[in-house]
């Protein structure tokens, strides 16, 4: 079973989102199609970038806990990461809109998006001989930059974040072998990132979560408003 240790993790992140997905009254599935073309577009941009890192040396795998299936230089388990946190993530934020009607956090979005574009462009210049921290805070920084020039309200992405962020925490815990594994399936090279971890986990993967989520919402937000349009 050591072998599938990465595949379970994927498919114990998704299953719960993807069953509650047939759910009568709001059922996520008949979104499928606004994800999915939402989810192959950014799921490339990442894996390209991805591929890229793990060809340089920033960050590897484990093969003693992937099957050993492998899509160029990334195991399949890897590639399967951007469906699966993706999926649960806009599912996630699809049903908040149902669930929470007045959002805690819809006068502060803005404020919160400024600061953290300070911070990640402060940081991000300053570390610029660090790759994951260099490129993973500037990117974010631009990408909140642009959806703030479009004048998004981003009330129901952040709640989304911080709601997934336990979530996050035990999965990519495992990964970098914070609870069930006796080493990382996913190592860092220390050199390309700030060092400071929470548990074993890269500060820097926290942000790079928000902009694989924020990405993957807005694209699918695209996709559906447009299909709303031409109904």
Not at 39 to 61: H, K, P, Y
Not at 138 to 147: A, C, E, I, Q
Not at 158 to 181: K, Q, R
Not at 195 to 221: A, K, Q, T, V
């Amino acid at each position: 079973m050591q072998a599938y240790t990465y595949l379970i993790v994927d498919f114990a992140c998704i299953s719960i989102p993807f069953l509650a997905s047939f759910y009568k009254k709001h059922a996520f599935y008949k979104e499928w199609n606004a994800f999915f073309k939402a989810n192959l577009i950014i799921a490339l941009l990442f894996i390209i970038w991805d591929s890229i890192f793990t060809n340089i040396g920033v960050w590897g795998f484990n093969t003693d806990y992937l099957t050993g299936f492998d899509i160029g230089n990334l195991p399949i388990e890897e590639i399967l990461f951007f469906i699966c946190i993706p999926y649960c993530c806009v599912f996630t934020f699809f049903a908040l809109k149902y669930i929470i009607n007045k959002n805690p956090l819809e006068k502060t979005e803005t404020g919160l998006s400024y600061v953290l574009i300070l911070v990640f462009i402060t940081v991000g210049l300053f570390h610029t001989d660090k790759l994951y921290t260099s490129i993973t805070l500037l990117s974010t920084s631009v990408f909140l930059m642009y959806l703030k020039a479009k004048k998004i309200n981003l009330a129901y992405h952040y709640i989304t974040f911080f709601l997934i962020l336990p979530f996050f925490f035990i999965s990519n815990g495992i990964l970098t072998g914070s609870f069930l594994v006796d080493k990382p399936i996913v190592w860092y090279n220390d050199a390309e990132n700030l060092g400071i971890r929470i548990s074993n986990i890269p500060i820097e993967d926290s942000i790079y979560g928000m902009l694989l989520i924020f990405m993957n919402i807005e694209l699918f937000c695209f996709f559906k408003n447009k299909k709303a349009i031409y109904k």
